[in-house]
């Protein structure tokens, strides 16, 4: 049988040891039932594996002797790197988008708060929840057998989104486009480096948003004559771009 692999920080190894409590702890002793000698794959969130044995096992804490690690493969091998700029959407639908993004390849997340958004996140929350939306990715990227961990970051406006981007290509899923759709867009096109895909709330982009994104050399492009809910377009962006590209 192959060794379970867990997702951890290299901020959990030192000096040959990597240990750590809480939810993996938990997962890894009470719920899998491993103990003393058993080996396990630990990932970084660099995607650089190490093989590890279970070396001790206390009431709270476990401890794995670990080899030097396997490196990871280097960034955008094998197609282009996706990123998903995504405008909160309300309840839980941005978990769907993060955990359904991880498994099919996207290479981080650029979330931030749209005009037409629902959900609000005040400033005393951000750091909150970003680690509650990294822990998504990791989970998502353990269970799918990834090597790397997709990166979470959090603007608060459409415009700080649009001006940070230093991605090859960039794309604005718009309902209002009705001239050019996603496959023409890309028919002529070489796979990049990296794209973006900015993707609206449930209401949509409010149209100063468009223009914001516009300036910043996103290419508006529509998924078609059906409007899509903000979850679907955006698991469906990146299943697209990974066929098309062969994204690892």
């Known amino acids: 049988m192959s060794q379970r692999r867990f997702m951890i920080s290299s901020r959990n190894i030192r000096d040959g040891y990597a240990s750590f409590n809480g939810d993996l702890f938990n997962h890894m002793v009470r719920v899998l039932r491993l103990g003393t000698g058993d ?3 630990l990932v970084d969130e660099a995607g650089n594996e190490h093989q590890g044995v279970i070396d001790q096992v206390s009431r709270e804490w ?13 960034a955008g091998e094998g197609g282009a790197r996706i990123t998903i700029c995504q405008a909160l959407p309300k309840g839980e639908k941005i978990d769907l988008i993060l955990q359904k993004g991880t498994e099919l390849g996207a290479h981080d997340f650029s979330l931030f708060g749209g005009r037409r958004s629902v959900a609000r996140v005040r400033e005393e929350q951000i750091a909150a ?5 990294r822990r998504i ?5 353990r269970q799918c057998n990834r090597r790397s961990i997709p990166g979470v970051s959090w603007s608060p406006s459409a415009a700080e989104a649009a001006g940070s981007t230093s991605q ?3 794309l604005l899923l718009w309902e209002g486009e009705r001239k050019q759709g996603l496959k023409a867009a890309l028919a ?8 973006i895909v900015a993707v609206g709330p449930e209401g949509g982009f409010d149209p100063l948003e468009v223009q914001q994104f516009l ?3 996103y290419l508006p492009v529509s998924l078609g004559d059906r409007i899509l809910r903000t979850e679907t377009a955006a698991i469906a962006i990146t299943a697209i771009l990974q066929y ?4 690892q």
């Open 39 to 41: 080996g396990v794959t």
């Open 62 to 74: 476990v401890a794995v002797r670990v080899e030097a690690p396997r490196q990871a493969a280097p």
């Open 129 to 133: 929840k970003l680690e509650r939306w």
């Open 137 to 141: 990715t990791a989970e998502a990227a």
């Open 168 to 170: 090859e290509l960039r």
């Open 188 to 195: 002529d096109r070489a796979c990049p480096a990296s794209v």
């Open 215 to 217: 300036q910043q050399g």
């Open 244 to 247: 098309i590209w062969d994204t």
